[in-house]
C-alpha cells in the first residue's frame, strides 16, 4: 500500500514538472510586444520624456524575455512579454497623449492669431 502511494506521487510529480516542461515559446506574445513598440516609437515616444521610460522597460522586458526563451523558461519568458506589451502600449498612450496636446496648442495659437489679424483689419477699415 505505502509503495503504491510513493508510485502514485511520483507519477504525478512527473507528470506535473513534463507539463511545466512543455510550456510552449511564446511567440505571438513575442510579436505583440514588439508591435506595440515598433508603434510607440512610430509616434514619437522615444523622443518624450513621459514615455520614454516605458519605451526604455521594454527593451529590457523583450531582452530579459528573449534570454528566458533562450534557457528553455517558456512561462517566465510569457510573463516577461506581457510586461514588455503593456509597458510599450502605456508608451504608445502617452505619446499619443503628448501629441494632442502639441496639436491642441497650435490650434490655439493658430486661433489667437486669426482672431488677433482679424481684429487688427477690422480696425484699419
Known amino acids: 500500500m505505502k509503495t503504491r502511494l510513493s508510485l502514485i506521487l511520483v507519477t504525478a510529480a512527473t507528470v506535473t514538472v513534463a507539463c511545466g516542461a512543455s510550456f510552449p515559446e511564446p511567440t505571438q506574445r513575442l510579436a505583440d510586444a514588439q508591435g ?17 521610460l516605458y519605451v526604455k522597460l521594454a527593451d529590457e522586458e ?13 512561462r517566465a519568458a510569457d510573463r516577461m ?3 514588455a506589451k503593456a509597458d510599450a502600449e502605456l508608451a504608445l498612450a502617452l505619446a499619443h497623449e503628448q501629441n494632442a496636446k502639441v496639436e491642441t496648442q497650435q490650434a490655439i495659437d493658430k486661433a489667437t492669431a486669426t482672431t488677433t489679424t482679424n481684429a487688427i483689419q477690422g480696425v484699419q477699415k
Do not use: Y
Open 62 to 74: 523583450m531582452t530579459k524575455a528573449n534570454a528566458l526563451i533562450k534557457d528553455g523558461d517558456n
Open 81 to 83: 512579454l506581457v510586461r
Open 36 to 52: 506595440a513598440r515598433r508603434s510607440a516609437e512610430e509616434v514619437g515616444a522615444n523622443n518624450q520624456p513621459a514615455s520614454q
